[in-house]
């Protein structure tokens, strides 16, 4: 089978790597374009490394573009990350269509912040998806799904990195052989069930000091390592990117002001929320690099009775 690997990135190539060491017959590997002066995208170099013509197309209203992938003749498309828009009817023109990775349980969470949400609403499980991808927005039918727990210490980065990851490179793995056997399924998304958060920004990921713990903690983990929770200091941008809640038994006996630092020592600071507190142990200050909390304690000369806003 004739496979057309299109995607970026790590997991671009990771599936990739995988489709190789099974003895795939890859045919060519579309990436997006770097934008001015960016590095190449590590899916570019290992298919340049395995000496695979690489196409980066920057539309796919280019009629070249489609006589190009028409002249591979592919017989399938399997899309690890692609973020541009690929209209459907270049999506069929491989024999058995195309298959895309899209990190969550669809028709829960489409959009492009589809790990972050989760965490951030408090879900207790996520998951992947390799799904028949259309002219909607993640709405194709489904082909196979994975989940995965999430814990209340639970990140972005090891949701992601340490399972979704992984797992997606496996999945898309299992969806071909489904492909070539002639067994893989369609399954239409419930409609009634679907949902749809816009990316998550800057804008979603500022710290109300006012709220309770939990909705602050959820914040800082699905943010983390992107975009970032923040909070601000001296009119200046903090980014908080671990932090341990210590609730309060008692919430009218947590003294201190919202948002106000309470105790300094040599592991971090701690900052009074709504109900409780939480023990700051590593920061990005703006225009700095992400460091230990002791050490931006040092250089900022932190001390009590500062106020995050």
């Known amino acids: 089978m004739r496979i057309v690997v299109h995607g970026q990135q790590a997991f671009g190539k990771a599936v990739l790597e995988a489709l190789l060491k099974r003895g795939e017959n890859v045919v060519a590997v579309y990436v997006a374009p770097e934008k001015e002066g960016a590095k190449a995208d ?88 390799i799904f028949w991808p259309d002219n909607g927005l993640d709405t194709g039918d489904v082909l196979v799904q994975k989940k995965t727990p999430i814990s209340n210490t639970d990140t972005l980065g090891t949701v992601y990195f340490d399972r979704l990851f992984p797992m997606g490179v496996e999945a898309m793995m299992e969806s071909v052989d489904l492909v070539k056997a002639g067994k893989a399924p369609r399954i239409k998304q419930d409609e009634s069930k679907a949902t749809y958060e816009g990316r998550c920004g800057a804008e979603n990921a500022k710290i109300d000091w006012g709220k309770p713990w939990e909705q602050i903690d959820r914040v800082i983990r699905g943010c983390n390592p992107a975009p ?21 038994k008692d919430p009218k006996g947590i003294g201190g002001k919202l948002g106000e630092v309470v105790a300094v020592d040599a592991d971090g600071f701690t900052v009074v929320c709504a109900d409780g507190r939480f023990k700051v142990t590593r920061v990005q200050p703006d225009g700095g690099k992400k460091v230990d ?17």
């Open 42 to 129: 590590p899916l570019k170099e290992a298919a340049l490394a395995a000496k695979l013509p690489v196409h980066q197309p920057a539309s796919y209203k280019d009629p070249k573009v489609w006589e190009e992938f028409k002249a591979l003749k592919p017989d399938l498309q399997v899309m690890a990350f692609v973020t541009l828009f690929v209209p459907e009817d270049f999506l069929n023109i491989p024999t058995h269509g195309s298959i895309q990775y899209h990190p969550s349980l669809l028709p829960a969470y489409r959009g492009a912040s589809a790990i972050n949400w989760p965490i951030i609403k408090g879900e207790k499980e996520t998951g992947l998806s």
């Open 228 to 248: 970032g929770a923040w909070t601000t200091l001296g009119g200046k941008t903090l980014k908080i990117f671990d932090a341990k809640p210590l609730p309060a």
């Open 293 to 309: 909390a002791s050490e931006f304690i040092s250089t900022a000369k932190l001390a009590k009775g500062a106020i995050l806003a």
